[in-house]
């Protein structure tokens, strides 16, 4: 899932001070004793919070009100972070990863959906199950969720070429590898190097990414 996805999804069921953990550091610093507005915006960039010190009193008025301390919230995740949760395979995340996985799942259904799908294009991808791309895409495309559709829909427009590679053990990873390696040379020593020069370098380097092959000689 891409991060605009997860912040127009977030957006819906947080607001910016609770993201980020802002809202827990600063029910945590009432608790301390710290009650005025001014002091707590003051403070809130450090933990990388923008906002408004409007924003600061509008979340402490109800503690003003109530007149006890304030309940601990858990942190919620970042964009990068929720988007690890969704993205890797669940038997890899800790208990904590996972507690905040349910978490994420559980305050969104759109991201619950999306969870869904996600793990059912990664099974493909380790499965070898391209056969099912086309199904997958129209399951997709029927839901709401309108960033992960239109990458369901783009895969349309080379789809014999995503399910052969969906579906067999190939892959251009040598390739794109070859082609990292000449982009570095180039920024290294483009314009600064003769073409017999250059040209034994990326033969040297192209060398020293094969794999060792086994000794025929004994």
Not at 81 to 94: F, G, K, S
Request: glycine content about 6%.
């Amino acid at each position: 899932m891409s991060a605009p996805q997860f912040t127009g999804i977030l957006a819906a069921v947080v607001t910016p001070l609770t993201s980020d953990g802002y809202l827990s550091y600063l029910r945590e610093r009432w608790n301390e004793g710290c009650t005025e507005a001014k002091q707590l915006h003051a403070e809130l960039p450090e933990q990388s919070y923008l906002g408004s010190a409007r924003t600061v009193r509008r979340h402490l008025q109800p503690l003003r009100v109530a007149g006890r301390s304030a309940p601990l919230v858990p942190d919620i995740p970042t964009v990068r972070q929720a988007t690890n949760l969704l993205t890797r395979h669940p038997d890899t995340l800790d208990a904590d990863q996972t507690l905040a996985r349910k978490r994420v799942l559980s305050c969104c259904p759109e991201m619950a959906v999306a969870a869904v799908h996600i793990e059912d294009f990664a099974k493909m991808l380790t499965q070898l199950e391209g056969q099912r791309l086309p199904d997958w895409i129209e399951t997709v495309q029927a839901s709401a969720l309108n960033a992960l559709g239109g990458f369901a829909r783009n895969l349309r427009n080379d789809l014999d070429a995503v399910i052969r590679g969906l579906s067999t053990t190939w892959s251009s990873g040598v390739v794109e590898g070859r082609v990292t390696d000449i982009k570095a040379i180039k920024r290294q020593m483009g314009g600064r190097a003769g073409l017999p020069l250059l040209r034994k370098r990326v033969l040297l380097v192209a060398a020293s990414r094969r794999p060792p092959t086994a000794d025929r000689t004994g």
